[in-house]
């Protein structure tokens, strides 16, 4: 949840590490969520915490299908894996920002970072009706707090990683609104809007059954991101 911040553009030249790759990375290094799961889980010695981490890690890497394939569609439009050249590309103003000619990639990336940021309603691994506190029942002190911290910072990388691939990132709305090297503000202003729609979907929706948070990810999402990605790219290939 922390090391992926290292690539994150917050402004104009105000990147740690402006890897080529990025975005790349970016899957790499969210894709170890799931072994922290199922370590968490195993190492407990408790049934209902080995329930919660397995059903965790399933639902992690299953979204992470879509979550790639939708991330395609930005990646052919930018012609770029670095997530500055993606900032770039979409200066100019609003109209030009990905969230637009790739709204329906933008949902599909949305709800793939609800499930890998494990929050409602697919916070399968602490249902707590079913399997209590999930794989982190036998925690508590510390070691609860940063499972816990995990989470929501894992919640503030994949809003500012929405703002930055459909957002524009730190681009303003128009360019009469450029604050120069102060457009981290744009950019905080956008990751804490998309942080209180995570907030905002977790008071109004109730969790999903297994199965239909399966049956949604594999029969939903990944056919309608695989079929926006022909649409991309045949009118990539005719305009």
Known sequence: AAIVWLTVPFAPGAVVA???????????????????????GYGSRSNFSLLGALRGAAHMIS??????????????????????????????????????PQFPMFIAFYVAGLAEARRVPFDLPEGESEIVGGFMVEYSGMTWALIQAAEFASMALISAITATLFFGGW???????????????????????????????????????MDQLMDFGWKVLVPA??????????????V
């Open 63 to 100: 979204y992470e299908v879509p979550m790639i394939l939708s991330l395609l569609g930005v990646i052919m439009l930018a012609g770029s894996l670095s997530l500055v050249d993606i900032v770039n590309a979409q200066a100019g103003g609003f109209w030009h920002w990905y969230f637009l």
């Open 171 to 209: 681009q303003p709305p128009i360019d009469a609104l450029d604050l120069g090297n102060f457009n981290w503000v744009w950019f905080g202003l956008k990751t804490s809007l998309i942080i209180f729609t995570f907030q905002w979907v977790r008071w109004s929706l109730p969790r999903l059954r």
């Open 225 to 238: 991101t695989l079929v926006w990605l022909f649409v991309t790219a045949g009118v990539m290939l005719v």
């Open 18 to 40: 402006d890897l080529n790759i990025a975005v790349v990375f970016f899957i790499a290094v969210t894709s170890i969520g799931a072994l922290g799961v199922i370590m968490a």
